[in-house]
Structure formats: C-alpha cells, structure tokens
C-alpha cells in the first residue's frame, strides 16, 4: 500500500476537503495541521491524524502541500521538525500552495538538493471547488512525476493542466489567473456599487448584467452575496486576494511589465482588508466602492 500512501500537509479550507477525497478514494492520507479541530474531521473522514510532520510523511514516497504561501512551505519542508528530517530521497513533493514564481523555482532547487522530485501545482476553484473535487490544477514538473502523481490530482480536481516542466512556470500560470480574478472580482464589485449608490434593484441589475455581455465567471459566483450583502460566510476572504494581488505586483515589478488594472483593483482589497473586514468574504470588495459617497445619498 506503500504508493497509496500519502503524506498530507496543510489542512484548512481547501486542503482538508481535498483530504477527505483522497481518504474515500481509498487513498492512506496521513494528514498533519496544527488545528486539532482539522485533525479531528481528518479523522472522521478516513484519514490518518498525525501529531507531527515527521510522522505524516513516514513511510510515503508522496506529500501533498496545502498550507498557506510559499514561507510556510519552506519552513514545512526544511525548517526543524520538517519533511527534510524524515522523507528519503525520491519522494515527490506535490505542492498546492500559491507563492510566487521565484519561491516555487527555489523551492524545486532545494528540493533536487535533497534528492527529492518536486511538482510546482497551484490550484484554482476556491473552498466549493475543493468540495466537489473540480479544482483546476497547473503543474509544472518533471512528466514522469507528474504521470505518477496523475491519481492523486485526478481525485482533487477535475482539470490536471501541464503547464510547464521547472518549478516556478506553475506558480507564474496562477499569478496570471489571480491577475484576471482580482480584476474581475473588483469591477464586479464597483458595479454592484454604483448600482447601489444609484438605488436601483440589485437583484435586477445583476440579473441583467450577469447574462448580458457584461457577465462573468466571478460576476455570477459572488453577485448573488453582492446583491444579498452576504460576506459573514467567506468561501474565500479578501485577504487571499490581498495576498494574490501582492504576487501580482511583485512579479510585474521584477518583469517591469505595467499592470495598473491589477494594481488597482489591489488598492479595492487593501482597502476593504484595511478598515477591518479582511477575513469577510472575498465578494465584500463592493464595500471598498459604496464608501466612496452616503449611500442615502440618490443620483439626479
């Protein structure tokens, strides 16, 4: 069963809804969060709860990262009581974790130091896209890694695309996809807004708008939260996009590429995240805008 058994590091939103469909594909998933209340639904699902990453990743020639950005997974990795201080050489390190490009090539290098295969495989689809197993993994790898790694992100997701063979083209592929949600996700919200400000009906606005020319993937997942003014239950936070929009920024600078529609929407989350609601559903971007005028205030 040894190459059912997967090492399973990061178990918070996504990672433990991609646990669970590891675990009742049959999979061995041997998980590790510092949340216990993670490692106990781990538990109830079939997998394996571990009080270590040493002990997570015995015996296993697979991990599978889920955690937060690329620092913590180069401390998961590397850092005292890491994967380093048990994984032999040959284990294939498939890393979900969105960082930028330049942390996921180090990563790799770090990671053919150790004699260890590493798969640079960001995902896209959000904590829904995790439960329902539909994410869009971008790999860049080694082919014959990728190859036997096919079960386990076959399982997560539903879309395994290659996007490249060195560490770091994965990571550049989801600053890409991040640039074009950030944007969309923020005009969203300034039209959601504008409509309010002009104190029409949302519900009809979105209605049009979404299935018009207008409309858009993100439009018509967060519009109905933007209508509803339902943020309290994020499925994604606004300080993911603070985050992501960072990379964003970072990575146009280093490339001296201009992207003032990214930095701008960047300024939407920064500001939503600066006056308290960071933790609030992604979708409450809108409240950047209606600050901007008393929304009791009407057009003529």
Sequence with gaps: MKEKTIGFIGLGAMGSHS????????????????????????????????????????????VLLFVVNGKQAEQ??????????TAAPGTTIMSCVTMAPSEASRIGDLCREQGWRFIDSPVSGGTAGAARGSLTIMAAGETAAIEDCRPIYETIGQRLMVVGSEPGQGAMVKTINQLLCGVHLAAAGEAMAMAKR?????????????YSAAGSWMLNDRGPRMVASSFDTPTSAVDIFVKDLGIVADVARQMRFPVPLAATALQSFLGVSGAGNGRQDDAAVMRYYEGFSPLNEKVS
């Design 198 to 210: 002009a104190g029409l009906d949302l519900q009809a606005v979105w209605d049009v708008v979404n």
């Design 76 to 85: 998961v990795l590397f850092g005292s009581g890491g994967v380093k201080e």
């Design 19 to 62: 646990a669970r469909l590891l675990a009742k594909a049959g999979f061995r998933v041997q998980g590790f969060d510092l949340n216990p209340v993670a490692l106990k639904a781990l538990l109830s699902d079939g997998g394996v709860a571990c009080k270590s990453i040493s002990e997570a990743v015995h015996g296993v020639n697979q």
